[in-house]
């Protein structure tokens, strides 16, 4: 832990800020973008943070497979309902302004969902489900993903990581929000490996003969060259109902997809028949669902603080000190770092010293090796 350096979480949302608008992200569309990269750091989500933002929003930008400017489309509206069509904008933006619809919807009607094609990377899930939590609603949504996630008894990468999250509120400082991905695990963590030169857990990805592998470093190769795969939540095979797993990543993947007539499995590869990089056209979809449509809110938030505190309170297994709930590491870490900020290995670093060199961004002297 040497080589970590921690950046305040209002230099470091501003740093992305003036990046995001150096190639071309309008001004209020890269504070979301900001915003949502900043919250997965707060949460200590750092496989989807500050580090994802060379790679996955600044390159792709560059290279011109992802819009910086976006056209955000209503083809289809109903009064609870909505089809958007993103045109391969900014992801954070497209899914910011689908869940603000879901949202006002529910307000209106009780219950508002928002279905999304040619989109793209939109952050951590958490950040929309939340969104609706905060406005004392209930949210959910979803993504599809490039294809890395093999079925059970497969073990060509055919699903995404495809997240089925949920926000719900409660009386406590911070709310249920269980954001994980359908896969045993996501490539944002395999990345996140491969920058601590460590191996991964065996059971996450298997190769074209069922065998696990745990260079992070192949992995990543294999699981763009198709000759890897990640392995559904439950793991390979049945015995540890992997196909619990497997149906729910498909879920996601018919609602972010189907839906909206939009892409899906290799669909989704971005890359065309000859090679090239293409767009990657995903999928979202966002649920809002008023809860005074049903019962008072008060008395909803106190029902559901004290089921999780009840699961907290309960038996613990000998030599563990607590029981968690969806939601609370989360604000644990936030309180830890609220008054460090972003921890930035030296890998991290250099990206983010690369990009504030290339587009001559002025101010940031505090991003140097160390």
């Not at 990046?19 to 200590?44: M, R």
Request: net charge negative.
């Amino acid at each position: 832990m040497n080589d970590i350096t921690w950046i305040p979480f209002d230099i470091a949302t501003q740093y992305m800020i003036d990046v995001f608008t150096s190639i071309g992200v309008p001004e209020e569309d890269a504070a979301i973008c900001a915003d949502v990269l900043i919250t997965a750091d707060k949460f200590g989500i750092d496989s989807h943070g500050v580090n994802r933002m060379k790679p996955i929003y600044y390159d792709r930008i560059k290279i011109g497979i992802q819009k910086p400017v976006t056209h955000f489309e209503i083809i289809k509206e109903g009064p609870t309902t909505a089809v958007v069509d993103g045109h391969d904008g900014m992801g954070q933006v497209i899914a910011y302004r689908s869940m603000q619809m879901a949202i006002a919807k529910a307000k209106k009607y009780g219950l508002g969902m928002v279905a999304v094609r040619n989109s793209t990377h939109y952050g951590i899930a958490g950040y929309y489900a939340k969104m609706a939590a905060d406005n004392n609603m209930i949210g959910i949504t979803g993504t599809n993903a490039r294809p890395s996630v093999a079925p059970t008894f497969g073990v060509e990468n055919m699903l995404g990581t495809n997240p089925l999250t949920f926000g719900i509120p409660t009386d406590e400082e911070f709310p249920f929000l269980l954001d994980c991905a359908t896969s045993l695990s996501q490539r944002g963590k395999v990345e996140v490996y491969a920058r601590l030169n460590k191996p991964l857990p065996p059971g996450w990805v298997i190769d074209h003969e069922g065998n696990t592998c745990t260079d992070p470093n192949e992995v990543l190769d294999g699981l763009i060259k198709g000759t890897m795969a990640l392995t559904p939540l439950g793991g390979i095979g049945e015995e540890g109902a992997g196909y619990k797993g497997y149906g729910y990543c498909t879920v996601v993947e018919i609602l972010s997809a189907a839906l909206q007539a939009g892409s899906y499995l290799k669909m989704l590869s971005g890359f065309d028949a000859k090679g090239n990089k293409v767009p990657y056209h995903l999928g979202h979809f966002f649920i809002a669902i008023d809860i005074e449509a049903f019962t008072d809110i008060n008395t909803f938030k106190e029902i559901t603080g004290d089921i999780l505190r009840q699961l907290r309170n309960s038996r613990k297994m000998p030599g563990q000190a607590r029981i968690y709930t969806a939601g609370e590491k989360e604000y644990l870490v936030y309180l830890e770092r609220k008054d460090k900020g972003v921890p930035v290995n030296r890998e991290v670093m250099k990206e983010l010293i690369t990009m504030r060199d290339e587009q001559g961004i002025t101010g940031y002297e505090m991003l140097k090796l160390v």
